[in-house]
C-alpha cells in the first residue's frame, strides 16, 4: 500500500468524511493572518488537498477568494455538493495547476503529508507571490486527556504501531528546513453523539485501507468502552491543531 493509494482511499468514504469529520475552529484562522500578517478578505487562496471542502468554507466566509485542489474524484465530486460556487481543480501539491505567483496564501488542512517534500516545496514557492505565505495544519486529538489517551493505544495496537510518548512537536519534526516556520497549537472542542465519533473514527484513511470486518469489529468494542466513559451516549471531542506558517 504506497502513500498515494492511502491517500486516495477517502475517496470510497467522501460523504462520511463530509458528514463526521470535524471543521476547524475560527481562533485557527486568526492564527494564520496574524502570523502572515495579511487579512482573508480578498486574499487570493488556494487551498490543496481541499477534500470535501472543510477548510475551503471556512476560507471563503473568511472573504478569500479561494480555489480548492483536490487530487480524488470521489471527494472532488462530494467538493462540489457543497461548494458548488467554488472553483475547483483536479491535481494535488506536487504538481499545483496553477499560474507561477497568483496566490497570496496556500493552505494544506490535513494535507501536506501526502506530499513529496522534494516537488511540493518548490511549486509552492513556484506559486505564491512575493510576500505570500504556506499554511500547514493538522487536527489532531488531544491525547493528554486519559480517555484519548486509552483509544489512542488501542487503536495503536490495531494498525501494528509502537507506542511512544506523547509529542506535542511531532507534526513539526518532518517540515523542510529553511523556510523559517512558525508555529503554533491551537486547542479546541467539539460535542457530537457516540455514532458520529465512530463514524469520524471509520473515515481515517487507515480504517478504510483496513477492511470492513476488521473496522465494525474494532468499532463495537470501541463503542462498549466509550459507553462507560460518555453514558448519555454524547461524546466531547478533544483536539489541538498544530499549525505551521512559513513567509515567502
Known amino acids: 500500500m504506497t502513500i498515494t493509494s492511502q491517500a486516495r482511499s477517502f475517496d ?31 486574499a487570493r487562496v488556494a487551498d490543496v488537498g481541499a477534500g470535501t471542502g472543510l477548510a475551503t468554507r471556512l476560507l471563503r466566509d473568511r472573504g478569500a477568494h479561494v ?45 501536506w503529508h501526502w506530499t513529496d517534500q522534494r516537488t511540493s516545496v ?17 487536527n489532531d486529538s ?18 501494528g504501531a509502537e507506542d511512544s510518548p506523547h509529542d506535542p512537536l511531532a507534526r513539526f519534526r518532518r517540515l523542510p528546513a529553511g523556510l523559517g516556520f512558525v508555529h503554533r497549537h491551537v486547542p479546541w472542542t467539539r460535542t457530537v453523539p457516540l455514532d458520529t465519533h465512530l463514524a469520524n473514527l471509520a473515515s481515517y484513511s487507515d480504517f478504510l485501507v483496513l477492511g470492513k470486518e476488521t473496522t465494525e469489529a474494532f468499532l463495537a468494542e470501541e463503542r ?9 451516549g454524547t461524546v466531547e471531542e478533544h483536539y489541538v491543531v498544530s499549525l505551521a506558517v512559513a513567509t515567502r
Not at 28 to 39: K, Q
Not at 142 to 153: E, F, Y
Not at 224 to 232: C, G, K, M, R, T
Open 67 to 111: 480555489i480548492a485542489v483536490e487530487p480524488g474524484p470521489g471527494m472532488a465530486a462530494q467538493f462540489r455538493l457543497g461548494l458548488p460556487e467554488v472553483p475547483l481543480v483536479i491535481g494535488d501539491g506536487d504538481h499545483l495547476p496553477l499560474a507561477s505567483a497568483s496566490v497570496d496564501v496556500i493552505t494544506y488542512a490535513q494535507a
Open 142 to 159: 488531544d491525547s493528554t486527556l486519559g480517555w484519548i489517551a486509552g483509544q489512542d493505544a488501542r487503536l495503536r495496537r490495531l494498525f
Open 12 to 42: 470510497t468514504a467522501a460523504a462520511a468524511y463530509a458528514a463526521n469529520r470535524p471543521s476547524y475552529p475560527p481562533e485557527l484562522l486568526d492564527a494564520v493572518a496574524e502570523l502572515t500578517g495579511r487579512p482573508w478578505e480578498g
Open 224 to 232: 462498549e468502552v466509550l459507553a462507560e466513559v460518555f453514558p448519555d
Open 122 to 138: 518548490p511549486e509552492a514557492l513556484r506559486v505564491l507571490r512575493p510576500g505570500g505565505a504556506l499554511a500547514l495544519w493538522w
